[in-house]
Structure formats: structure tokens, C-alpha cells
């Protein structure tokens, strides 16, 4: 199992910029995948984007292209995730999340997921 813990959330205004960290722990070996979703009030968890571990293979949703970066560090078996132009829209729920190969299923899931921590952006 792996648990997640994230971390750099907070209030900023709109044109500003946070970073999240996201710190994995336990069995990481199987990961094949890191990412960030998101959650706001009333709303479903959509998808912002992952980093393939094998290759840095990364994916954005469209909302975000131009403005987040993800980055990893294998070493600590970390994600991040540069957040610049925040927008109000933006204010969520952020979690990170481990992808792995299910063996069972021959499916990738993401199994794994982190508490969350709330980006509020205000106008």
C-alpha cells in the first residue's frame, strides 16, 4: 500500500502562484504514474495532470496548459505541481494520486490517494 500526503495549499489571489507537494511513502515500487485531480464545491473530481515514472512522460487537462507545471522527484518520491495564473475557477480540492498496473485487470488505476489540500483563489 502507499499513502500520500499533500501539501502547499493555501489562499491566493488570482494572477498569483502556489506550488503543491505531493510526498509518497510504503510500497512505491509499482507506481507507474503520479497525478493531480481536483475537486471544487458541487462538482465532479476531474483530472489536471500526470507524469509517466518510467519516462517523464507528461499530460495536462486543457484548462491548465500553459499555466501548472508537474515535475517528480524519484528520489524522494515526490510530485509537484507549479500552479502560475491562478484563476478563481481554480479553487478546489487538490489531491495527488499513484497509478498502478493491476494485475488482476491488466488496467492501469489510480489506487492510491492523499487527503487533499484546499487552493482557495479569490478575485
Known amino acids: 500500500q502507499v499513502q500520500l500526503v499533500e501539501s502547499g495549499g493555501g489562499l491566493v489571489q488570482a494572477g498569483g502562484s502556489l506550488r503543491l507537494s505531493c510526498a509518497a511513502s510504503?510500497?512505491?515500487?509499482?507506481?507507474?504514474?503520479m497525478g493531480w485531480f481536483r475537486q471544487a464545491p458541487g462538482k465532479e473530481r476531474e483530472f489536471v495532470a500526470n507524469i509517466r515514472w518510467s519516462d517523464d512522460r507528461i499530460n495536462y487537462a486543457d484548462f491548465v496548459k500553459g499555466r501548472f507545471t508537474i515535475s517528480r522527484d524519484n528520489a524522494k518520491n515526490t510530485v509537484y505541481l507549479q500552479m502560475s495564473s491562478l484563476k478563481p475557477e481554480d479553487t478546489a480540492v487538490y489531491y495527488c494520486?499513484?497509478?498502478?498496473?493491476?494485475?488482476?485487470?491488466?488496467?492501469?488505476?489510480?489506487?492510491?490517494w492523499g487527503q487533499g489540500t484546499q487552493v482557495t483563489v479569490s478575485s
Open positions: 494520486a499513484v497509478e498502478e498496473l493491476v494485475a488482476t485487470t491488466a488496467l492501469y488505476e489510480y489506487r492510491y
Open positions: 510504503g510500497r512505491t515500487f509499482s507506481t507507474t504514474a
